[in-house]
């Protein structure tokens, strides 16, 4: 599967790169001038909103290079990468805003509402902006979704800081600063939670979202004739959008010729209901292992001790040949199983 790039989308990750960079100096200076506890945690996570489209830009960058004989999937899993780190520097940041509110808590300080106020409003436009840029592609995949979840958290973090600038412009309640930063921690906090949900999901080669193994093996049973099992069935996502599958089909016994009918009948049905694009399809006449649908791999000694079986190939020089029991298990299991060649969609 090729992976064509999308001029808007790089035009747009750009645009949204540099708005946000003006967005931090702005916030960082204002800070620092105002003493307010908010506006420097609203700047802390501008900073990772940079960081966060930088890196979400190059993965989506990385992954269109072509496949090679190393990465024979490409590098679609560099945007999937891009969102856990992405996610993991959500939640320290939201850490240390909770570390920092609680000090501030204890001891209250003085804070200019006035221009805290103002640079608050800003960075508020600033990030509305970035988020539009952003909107519109976001649901493609979980890369560009954290990116904008980045800067979406943002934005809801400015609404606090001018809501804190506002109360404490006209009551003086200082305490407010550190209770709207502990509010801008848990929202960092709740996007931190989905994204790492789900890129964990996708790196630990989970089922795809809305697919059960049942509904594949329906699919698959339902879409031609003379299916009798499924068995060693695999799906996984390579990158949102990108849903692998691998599987085991018992059919009738019959020529190889005379399964391409069925091969593309569930190839369709797969495509059509699951958007399953890239399968792989073993087809065979007779149940291996114990047809058990969902199939563990077993994990082989890591040292093997050679010894004679006791067994003459009945070569012309008289020799006779040593295995090791993996070699042997190995060639039993290939005269056991009757599978016929697989064909790779």
């Not at 747009?12 to 001038?33: Q, S, Y």
């Not at 290079?65 to 320290?92: C, E, K, M």
């Not at 939201?94 to 204890?106: G, L, M, N, P, Y």
């Not at 069935?233 to 692998?244: D, Q, S, Y």
Request: charged content about 15%.
């Amino acid at each position: 599967m090729e992976m064509h790039g999308n001029p808007t989308l790089n035009k747009r990750f750009l645009i949204a790169i540099g708005i946000t960079l003006a967005i931090l100096f702005a916030e960082i200076v204002g800070g620092l001038w105002t003493g307010s506890l908010a506006l420097l945690a609203d700047a802390g996570h501008v900073f990772l909103d940079v960081f966060a489209l930088v890196l979400s830009f190059a993965a989506m960058r990385l992954a269109l290079r072509p496949a090679d004989s190393r990465h024979t999937f490409g590098y679609h899993r560099f945007q999937v990468l891009a969102a856990f780190i992405n996610g993991a520097t959500l939640l320290l940041i939201s850490i240390e805003i909770f570390r920092e509110a609680w000090t501030r808590w204890q001891t209250p300080e003085p804070i200019l509402a006035g221009p805290m106020l103002v640079v608050a409003v800003v960075g508020l436009v600033a990030n509305l902006l970035v988020a539009y840029t952003l909107h519109d592609h976001d649901h493609e995949d979980l890369n560009t979704r954290s990116a904008f979840l980045h800067v979406l958290g943002d934005a809801i973090s400015s609404v606090g800081v001018i809501a804190a600038g506002a109360i404490i412009l006209f009551t003086g309640w200082y305490w407010v600063d550190p209770l709207v930063s502990v509010l801008i921690g848990v929202i960092i906090l709740l996007g931190a939670w989905r994204v790492l949900r789900e890129s964990t999901h996708i790196l630990n080669e989970g089922m795809p979202r809305g697919i059960t193994a049942e509904e594949v093996v329906s699919a698959i049973q339902t879409a031609t004739s003379g299916v009798s099992n499924v068995h060693d069935l695999h799906v996984w996502t390579i990158r949102p959008g990108f849903v692998a599958l691998s599987a085991h089909v018992v059919l009738d016994d019959q020529a190889l010729s005379q399964t391409m009918p069925s091969m593309h009948a569930i190839k369709d049905a797969l495509r059509a209901q699951f958007a399953i694009e890239h399968t792989t399809i073993q087809f065979e006449c007779s149940q291996c292992n114990d047809g058990a649908l969902i199939c563990t791999p077993t994990v082989a000694p890591a040292t093997l001790t050679a010894h004679n079986h006791g067994h003459d190939h009945g070569h012309a020089d008289g020799h006779t040949h040593d295995h090791a029991h993996a070699a042997h298990n190995a060639h039993d299991a290939h005269l056991h199983s009757a599978s016929l060649t697989p064909i790779h969609a």
